[in-house]
T-cell receptor, first 116, second 112 residues
Framework: GAVVSQHPSRVICKSGTSVKIECRSL??????MFWYRQFPKQSLMLMAT?????????EQGVEKDKFLINHASLTLSTLTVTSAHPEDSSFYIC????????????FGQGTRLTVV | SQELEQSPQSLIVQEGKNLTINCTSS?????LYWYKQKYGEGLIFLMM?????EEKSHEKITAKLDEKKQQSSLHITASQPSHAGIYLC????????????FGQGTRLTINP
């Protein structure tokens, strides 16, 4: 099946710094990528939807200036957590698809972010 | 996600017993997915349902999507310890934009 690679898998950063998480579709062109955040013992919360070449659509309550999403190509989307704070510590996971609604959504391995 | 209501949120069953997890929406679901996850790890794809009335099975797991495409169930027969984990239903919906959203998840524990 299709592969989505997410990097890094774990990152620890100091409070106030920025962290970039990459999500790559390795063997298909992902027209749409989704970014999720998962709190302990909770489900995946959709943060934003990104379509190649256009601005990301953020869910209500998600700060677009804090969570910068770029989908510059059909194989790469990035999530940058700017000026990270301890409350941003979480598990972030991306999903990519090449055909909305009609095919399996492929997920990255996730990134565990810890802000100290 | 409030778009998808998943129940129960927690389930403890004895090994060998059958169990069912439900996923309901007030909206039409364009593609319904079932995944399994261990928290902090990636998602394991189980099944995808698209057509109303569709049913799929893999080993001891069966998933169904109702005719209206608003409700799905995941049924595990003769549960085993390997079935333990978090089960997530996800679906494409149209809410302004096209979105892939998830239910709250069901934490399944299998007791020996």
């Amino acid at each position: 099946g299709a592969v989505v690679s997410q990097h890094p898998s774990r990152v620890i950063c100091k409070s106030g710094t920025s962290v970039k998480i990459e999500c790559r579709s390795l063997d298909f062109q992902a027209t749409t990528m989704f970014w999720y955040r998962q709190f302990p013992k909770q489900s995946l919360m959709l943060m934003a939807t990104s379509n190649e070449g256009s601005k990301a659509t953020y869910e209500q309550g998600v700060e677009k200036d804090k969570f910068l999403i770029n989908h510059a190509s059909l194989t790469l989307s990035t999530l940058t957590v700017t000026s990270a704070h301890p409350e941003d510590s979480s598990f972030y996971i991306c999903s990519a698809s090449f055909r909305w609604g009609n095919t399996e959504a492929f997920f990255g391995q996730g990134t565990r972010l810890t802000v100290v | 996600s409030q778009e998808l209501e998943q129940s129960p949120q927690s389930l403890i069953v004895q090994e060998g017993k059958n169990l069912t997890i439900n996923c309901t929406s007030s909206k039409t679901l364009y593609g319904l997915y079932w995944y399994k996850q261990k928290y902090g790890e990636g998602l394991i794809f189980l099944m995808m349902l698209q057509k109303g009335g569709e049913e799929k099975s893999h080993e001891k797991i069966t998933a169904k999507l109702d005719e209206k495409k608003q409700q799905s169930s995941l049924h595990i027969t003769a549960s085993q310890p390997s079935h333990a984990g978090i089960y997530l239903c996800g679906a494409y919906i149209i809410q302004g934009a096209q979105k892939l959203v998830f239910g709250q998840g069901t934490r399944l524990t299998i007791n020996p």
